[in-house]
């Protein structure tokens, strides 16, 4: 199969080596307020966003659950918990969090980034640096390919090729899993250092980590009702507060403005902006047109301005 990877493999100026998979879009800022956007974005068309970081890690901080990397531009705490994957990406087995003192690693994290010093953000993966560089994805949609099948990931932003006979692996478990296990909604870790410069980008994987079913996914979903808490229309919770409101379509982003204050929302994303501090809770969501947090977040919200 090696002799199959891409077809674009033979249009050799049309790819790029490196060790870097391509670019998700930027985080935001949490101080920085987008320009306003009218566009609605539907429910269907939501995907986990993520940005992503590479650079060795420098400290490790079990007591607060953090470590900070320095990349190529700063230094950057990325704040870590039971929901976070951490992984070896040599061997594809789960690591601890001292595991990751001094090693180079790859990070998919939260959108919102704090403007503190160093900045702040949520991790979802962290994985240390193998021969092959690991790409963290969740799954949006698979076709069946005569090489295998194609993943569709990034908002649409990348393709990657799967092949028939690819190693995929468990993460955690013993149990078997194949490439018919790799369905929308599972979270993987895709190897590849080659992608085509296209739109979307393409690539192409012999090994696949998953480290969690689609299924799996759907399980915790069914379950969430019992424990949500109560989502608010954001306009009519906010009314009568001063706030400017902005809207971001590219990033899927709400910022609400009063002077120097801002609080950001980003949809699907449990991480919201609340001036410089990152606070978590059950993520927004659009509903015919608008927008839906928690009322625990307009809380904090009101809190913060008083």
Do not use: C
Not at 177 to 203: E, K, W
Not at 243 to 265: N, P, Y
């Amino acid at each position: 199969m090696k002799n199959k990877k891409l077809v674009t493999l033979a249009l050799a100026t049309a790819l790029t080596v490196s060790a870097m998979a391509p670019a998700f879009a930027n985080p935001v800022l949490i101080s920085e307020a987008p320009a306003a956007d009218s566009a609605i974005v539907s429910q269907e068309e939501q995907a986990m966003q993520f940005a992503k970081a590479f650079g060795t890690v420098q400290e490790v901080n079990e007591q607060e659950s953090y470590i900070l990397v320095a990349t190529e531009l700063d230094e950057i705490r990325f704040n870590i918990d039971e929901n976070t994957w951490l992984m070896d990406g040599q061997t594809g087995f789960p690591v601890t969090l001292a595991d990751l003192e001094g090693k180079e690693v790859a990070v998919a994290h939260s959108m919102a980034m704090t403007m503190s010093i160093p900045a702040q953000s949520y991790a979802h993966a962290v994985i240390t640096k193998g021969d092959v560089m690991p790409n963290y994805a969740v799954i949006e949609a698979v076709t069946e390919t005569e090489d295998g099948i194609r993943l569709t990931t990034e908002n649409g932003g990348m393709w990657v090729t799967v092949a028939k006979d690819a190693q995929v692996s468990p993460f955690r478990t013993r149990n078997i899993v194949t490439v018919q296990d790799l369905q929308p909604g599972a979270q993987v870790v895709l190897f590849y250092d080659v992608v085509a410069m296209s739109y979307p980008g393409q690539a192409y994987t012999e090994r696949v980590v998953l480290l969690q079913p689609a299924d799996a996914v759907q399980e915790e979903v069914s379950e969430t009702p019992e424990k949500a808490p109560a989502m608010v229309n954001l306009r009519e919770a906010v009314t009568g507060m001063g706030f400017d409101i902005q809207w971001d379509a590219e990033s899927r982003t709400v910022i609400l403005q009063k002077g120097a204050f801002t609080a950001t929302i980003i949809i699907g994303d449990e991480n919201y902006g609340i001036n410089r501090m990152l606070v978590r809770d059950q993520a927004p969501e659009i509903r015919d047109g608008r927008t839906y947090v928690p009322q625990s977040f307009v809380d904090a919200v009101k809190e913060a301005l008083n």
